[in-house]
Each structure stands twice: as C-alpha cells, then as structure tokens.
C-alpha cells in the first residue's frame, strides 16, 4: 500500500520516524510530507533515509509522477497516496484542516487527497492545547465533516512535564489503526 505520512512541527514528530520505520518493514511504500515548522524536530533526511524516497516541504514545487510524466507535486502524491495518516497534528495545523487552510506542503496535499482515501489523524499537544476551546471546536467541525478517522491522543507524563491528554498515540497502535481502516475500506466480495 502507498502510505503517504504527515508530520507536524510537535515534540512527538520524532515517534513519526518509526511510524515510518514501522510501516516500511511491513512491506508498504512511504512518503512523507513536512510542515514548515517539522525540519526543527526532526530532519527530513532521517525520513528520506527511512524511506528511500524524497521528503516533500514545499507546496509551491512541481516534480514528476512515478511513471515519470511531469506533474504538479501535491496532486501527484495525493493520487499516489491510498491512505494518508499525519502524526503528530499540531493544533496550527488541526486547525487548518477544520478551516479548510492550504498554505503548506501538507495541508494542500491533503486538500487535494480524494474522500475516497482514508485520512488518520493522530493529534499531539500539551493538555491545556488540548484543551483550549478553540481546539475542541476545531475537533468538532473536523468530526462533523465525517472525512477523518482519528487515533485520539493519550494521557501520560508530557514533554513539558505536565500530567495529562495530548501524547501522541502509541506507534503500535497507529499501526493498528491504519490496518484496521484499509480492512473497513476493503471492498466487499
Ligand atoms: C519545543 C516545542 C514543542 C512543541 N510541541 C508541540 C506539540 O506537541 N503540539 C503542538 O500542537 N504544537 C507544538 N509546538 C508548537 C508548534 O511548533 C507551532 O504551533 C507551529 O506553528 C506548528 O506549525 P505546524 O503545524 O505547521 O508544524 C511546539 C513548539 C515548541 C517550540
């Protein structure tokens, strides 16, 4: 399957390498796209390495498609793509998925991934990010749009050392989600 993995600029983004390292030993292609604010966790040659394929950063770039034809990149890859999971989703960018916002390499492929593709998201932030009542809303319109499957974040002892919801998922269990989403999307005998 072509696994195509967002990573935000959180504390977490260094969980999203062994997501990727995960998903690559258990025989799927990867791709990851970055926010602008992810190069400051986690470089994009640790994913390009775990990958074997290029990271994608900016929007504003045009590239080839597999079969080598030329392309605009964020289509390409959202074609590409049969399922897309960002891990960990800041609350920036959680928001400009509930608005509707693509200024970024992520946010426009997204935009540009076909409903018929699953699309996980698996939220990271410090509890009182969580939840500020902007970002509960945010969750709401996200929810309503019935589009996204989430991987909801758990409690635990942060980054910042405050006790409480916002750790990213376990890489277990975002492994879990994604098989068990391709397994409801299955097509039926
Ligand atoms: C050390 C550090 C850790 C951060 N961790 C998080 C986080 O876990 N979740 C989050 O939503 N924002 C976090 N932020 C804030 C984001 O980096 C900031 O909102 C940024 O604009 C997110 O942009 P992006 O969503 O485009 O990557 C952190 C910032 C710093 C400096």
Request: hydrophobic share 50%; net charge negative; charged share 15%.
């Amino acid at each position: 399957m072509n696994i195509l993995v967002g990573v935000c600029g959180g504390i977490a983004a260094y969980k999203a390498a062994d997501l990727c390292s995960q998903l690559v030993k258990k025989g799927h292609r990867v791709r990851v796209v970055m926010t602008r604010g992810a190069p400051h966790f986690v470089g994009p040659i640790t994913f390009e390495a775990l990958t074997d394929h290029p990271v994608m950063l900016q929007a504003l770039a045009t590239g080839h498609s597999p079969d080598g034809a030329s392309a605009i990149e964020h289509i390409s890859w959202a074609k590409w793509a049969d399922l897309a999971i960002v891990a960990p989703l800041t609350a920036s960018t959680l928001g400009k998925l509930a608005c509707g916002i693509a200024d970024d390499a992520l946010t426009t492929v997204l935009m540009a991934l076909p409903v018929s593709k699953p699309c996980l998201l698996a939220p990271a932030m410090n509890t009182a990010m969580w939840d500020a009542p902007v970002v509960q809303r945010n969750l709401r319109w996200l929810a309503e749009l019935e589009r996204y499957t989430f991987v909801e974040p758990v409690s635990k002892r942060l980054a910042c050392g405050d006790i409480g919801v916002g750790g990213l998922a376990e890489v277990s269990d975002m492994v879990d989600a994604i098989e068990s989403t391709v397994a409801g999307h299955a097509p039926q005998p």
